[in-house]
């Protein structure tokens, strides 16, 4: 069946530096892709979406790139502060259904 | 974008026993969904509850195991029943809604079950 994938489980990044999460997903068929952030005891939170008709979405201090030759999402992080520290997934649909496919996600640590 | 609670934040249960989790929007919304959370992992649709419908379950889920109700625009319940060790998890309510050409999904806070 479909999956989406993360390649990094875990990503520390210094505070300032920039990261840059990546996702994998499998069905060609989606359209439609969000990237959340869940800090601990929290539910998960939007940050960014972007359709399968654009590569490159920004928002603040924030930039998604889609490539859906390689079928591949990222999310990147702008001058990373330790309020970033999260862990992150992308989510994937496609048009004519809501249902969303949540990938493994990744913890991002923001060393001081 | 909408605002979402659910009560109880956390609970411990025995097995054998049910437990109800609330869920309350700030706005009207037409789709709510309710997903599991096991710890350290991704999250699971478990149903899908659209007001004056019967929720629809993914596959791994059964109504007899999750009950749901939604009796208006702005709430739903999700009851865990005859609960065991394995039900230990965080369980998520969740709302979409429109923003223009995309359909945004918010998150609750969810609601961390544990099962002794």
């Known amino acids: 069946g479909e999956s989406v994938g993360l390649h990094l489980p875990t990503l520390s990044v210094q505070e300032g530096d920039n990261s840059i999460i990546n996702c994998a997903y499998s069905?060609?068929?989606?359209?439609?892709f969000i990237w959340y952030k869940q800090e601990s005891g929290k539910g998960p939170q939007f940050i960014i979406d972007i359709r399968s008709n654009m590569d490159k979405r920004q928002g603040q201090r924030v930039t998604v790139l889609l490539n859906k030759t390689v079928k591949h999402l990222s999310l990147q992080i702008a001058a990373t502060q330790p309020g970033d520290s999260a862990v992150y997934f992308c989510a994937e649909s496609a048009s004519g259904t809501y249902k969303y496919i949540f990938g493994t996600g990744t913890r991002l640590k923001v060393l001081a | 974008s909408a605002v979402i609670s659910q009560k109880p934040s956390r609970d411990i249960c025995q097995r054998g026993t049910s437990l109800t989790i609330q869920c309350q929007v700030d706005s009207q919304v037409t789709m709510m969904f309710w997903y599991r959370q096991q710890p350290g992992q991704s999250l699971t649709l478990i149903a899908t509850a659209n007001q004056g419908s019967e929720a629809t379950y993914e596959s791994g889920f059964v109504i007899d195991k999750f009950p749901i109700s939604r009796p208006n625009l702005t709430f739903s319940t999700l009851t865990v029943s005859n609960m065991s060790p394995e039900d230990s998890s965080i369980y998520l309510c969740?709302?979409?809604?429109?923003?223009?050409?995309?359909?945004?999904?918010?998150f609750g806070p969810g609601t961390r079950l544990t099962v002794t």
């Open positions: 069905n060609s068929a989606s359209d439609y």
């Open positions: 969740s709302v979409e809604v429109s923003g223009g050409l995309s359909y945004e999904q918010y």
